[in-house]
């Protein structure tokens, strides 16, 4: 009678260990904070934001005839009014978002 009182309590203590460490590592894979769920899309963004940038800057000087349509240096297109403000604004979004 002592040995199977000492095995059930052993098998209670084992079964609440399991199930212990069965929540820790649930909550292990849970995102924390509010969002941390969000993280993963920050490298996507980051690379939006600058490439969109260079983009939309490029076809502003392109039309407004600041540079040539050959291949002209990525500042060279946000020199000159208003595609300078542009790529001021992606920028700055690009540096807040890479922060």
């Known amino acids: ?24 590592q649930c909550s292990k894979t849970k995102t924390v904070g509010r969002f941390g769920s969000l993280l993963g899309y920050l490298p996507f963004l980051l690379t939006l934001l600058i490439g969109g940038g260079i983009v939309v800057c490029y076809c502003m000087a392109v039309g407004n005839g600041h540079v040539e349509a050959a291949f002209p240096y990525i500042s060279d297109t946000g020199t ?9 604004l992606f920028m700055n979004l690009a540096g807040v978002v890479g922060e």
Not at 1 to 24: G, K, R, W
């Open 1 to 24: 009678y002592f040995i199977q009182s000492n095995l059930s309590s052993v098998t209670m203590t084992l079964s609440t260990v399991q199930s212990t460490v069965a929540h820790i």
């Open 80 to 88: 000159f009014p208003p595609e300078s403000c542009v790529f001021t």
